[in-house]
């Protein structure tokens, strides 16, 4: 084969021209500085450009932007147990932790069922199963909030739904507002996308509500979503339905979509109901984030969900395609689960969750009678979820400057973990998970109360008072 050198040039018909090399410019170039290389008759492009010196391989924007608070801060934790006491970690949220609290034998049978029938081994859609985004929308479905399976996106969890509602409603430089305290993986998804978040704060005296006045204060011309996380982590509040319509008529008044967190739906204590905000909603537009995790217990089999609420037709076909295009990018929800859906939601038994439910109360309570005699400590009741915060009046423990400190020190003591709320973006409080067995949340509420008295400081007005 002769080795003749060419520039290929493509026309606007599209016709192929061939030009001599030696005869571009009267060189090796063409008009743009690209020089053309020929190797046993192929044509080969590559622009003249300096070589690098040496490797300078740096992380993305978006990797370095990318912060959990959690981890950040238990990362930075001197935590050294005692060794003369076991520990009693009352800081993970993964309710099959201890072995106490696992899932129904309908749930596990599902899964088994769903294995052996070799049906559920390949790829799914990536927005799921149509078969088993119908049954997830037949389950969650009510006349005030209506869904078919096209409003139904399965994803890897609640945290990718999460994730992808997020994503597709904001952009860089839009904010979102986030309830103070509240789950610390809003704030991580949405400063690694290169958007702002803005805190409202919640009402420790009126069991954890919307202070109502300072969200609406905080929406702009920029804000693109409000996130409600009820029932709520890490506060354990659930909202009543007149509350929950107050927040629906802010973000009606100022045209905000809301995502609500509903991941811990349903799990509400005897004397409580849960309202889902879409069945609430005449015009808000919501998507609603949920999954098996909680209720049924299974965190790592990965199974959330996205429900589209489109009043009005407001979010209409983009934000849906929009979903749609998002979730392709990881096929996320797995597909053995999906698989097993069916039977999860139509055949676990109510008493499965009668009990979770009379056991997490129980706990609750438990710890908040116990605390509620501790010197310097303030518990606030839950009403639902799996966890309670405990305030820390600060003034009466000089020793330590801030709640991580307390705790800090409440572990190399006492050898009990309990999740600082600084991690929560709420100083001098800290979270308890209730989901531990009865007799060690016993034993932690009595190691609790002997640091406190260890360390409880009456103020000097106190003192007066005493003296008196």
């Known amino acids: 084969m002769e080795d003749n050198s060419y520039v290929v040039k493509m026309n606007g018909n599209g016709v192929n021209e061939n030009n001599s090399l030696n005869g571009v410019n009267g060189k090796g170039l063409n008009g743009n500085g690209i020089q053309h290389k020929t190797v046993k008759g192929s044509v080969y492009k590559s622009k003249q450009k300096?070589?690098?010196?040496?490797?300078?391989?740096?992380?993305?924007?978006?990797?370095?932007?990318?912060?959990?608070?959690?981890?950040?801060?238990?990362?930075?934790?001197?935590?050294?147990?005692?060794?003369?006491?076991?520990?009693?970690?009352?800081?993970?949220?993964?309710?099959?932790?201890?072995?106490?609290?696992?899932?129904?034998?309908?749930?596990?049978?599902?899964?088994?069922?769903?294995?052996?029938?070799?049906?559920?081994?390949?790829?799914?859609?990536?927005?799921?199963?149509?078969?088993s985004r119908d049954v997830v929308a037949n389950f969650y479905s009510c006349p005030e909030a209506p869904l078919e399976a096209e409003d139904v996106v399965l994803t890897s969890g609640c945290s990718q739904a999460i994730d992808l509602a997020i994503t597709v409603l904001c952009n860089p430089g839009d904010n979102i507002l986030i309830p103070c305290p509240g789950f610390s993986l809003y704030k991580t998804l949405a400063v690694s996308l290169g958007i702002q978040v803005k805190l409202y704060n919640l009402l420790p005296e009126k069991s954890w509500e919307v202070d109502l006045q300072h969200m609406e204060s905080l929406i702009d011309d920029r804000t693109t979503c409000l996130i409600i996380n009820n029932p709520s982590n890490p506060c354990g509040s659930v909202y009543s339905k007149e509350h929950l319509k107050n927040v629906l008529s802010v973000a009606s008044k100022n045209c905000i979509p809301i995502l609500a967190d509903e991941i811990y739906g349903d799990m509400v204590f005897p004397g409580c109901k849960y309202q889902s905000m879409a069945s609430l909603s005449s015009d808000v537009p919501i998507l609603a984030c949920g999954g098996l995790a909680k209720r049924w217990l299974v965190p790592g089999w990965r199974m959330g969900w996205i429900l589209i609420h489109d009043r009005n037709q407001i979010f209409?076909?983009?934000?849906?395609?929009?979903?749609?295009?998002?979730?392709?990018?990881?096929?996320?929800?797995?597909?053995?689960?999906?698989?097993?859906?069916?039977?999860?939601?139509?055949?676990?038994?109510?008493?499965?969750?009668?009990?979770?439910?009379?056991?997490?109360?129980?706990?609750?309570?438990?710890?908040?009678?116990?605390?509620?005699?501790?010197?310097?400590?303030?518990?606030?009741?839950?009403?639902?979820?799996?966890y309670l915060m405990v305030g820390i009046e600060m003034e009466h423990f000089p020793e330590f400057q801030n709640d991580v400190q307390f705790t800090e020190h409440l572990v190399t003591e006492q050898s009990v973990f309990c999740l600082p709320a600084t991690a929560f973006e709420y100083p001098n409080y800290f979270r308890i998970v209730v989901t531990v067995p009865e007799e060690m949340m016993v034993e932690a509420c009595a190691r609790i109360r002997e640091f406190c008295q260890r360390h409880y400081r009456p103020c000097s007005q106190d003192s007066n008072e005493l003296d008196q």
């Open 50 to 131: 300096s070589r690098r010196q040496r490797w300078n391989i740096r992380p993305s924007e978006m990797s370095i932007n990318t912060l959990n608070p959690i981890r950040a801060i238990v990362d930075g934790m001197k935590l050294t147990p005692n060794p003369e006491k076991p520990m009693i970690a009352l800081s993970i949220g993964d309710p099959t932790v201890f072995g106490n609290l696992p899932t129904d034998e309908k749930v596990t049978q599902a899964l088994k069922d769903a294995i052996d029938s070799n049906k559920y081994n390949g790829y799914a859609p990536s927005v799921g199963y149509q078969k």
């Open 316 to 386: 209409g076909k983009e934000i849906r395609q929009g979903l749609v295009k998002l979730s392709q990018r990881i096929l996320g929800a797995c597909t053995i689960v999906q698989g097993a859906i069916e039977s999860i939601l139509n055949d676990t038994p109510q008493e499965f969750y009668y009990r979770t439910i009379s056991f997490l109360k129980s706990n609750s309570e438990i710890c908040f009678s116990e605390l509620s005699t501790v010197p310097g400590l303030t518990p606030v009741l839950p009403a639902g979820a799996m």
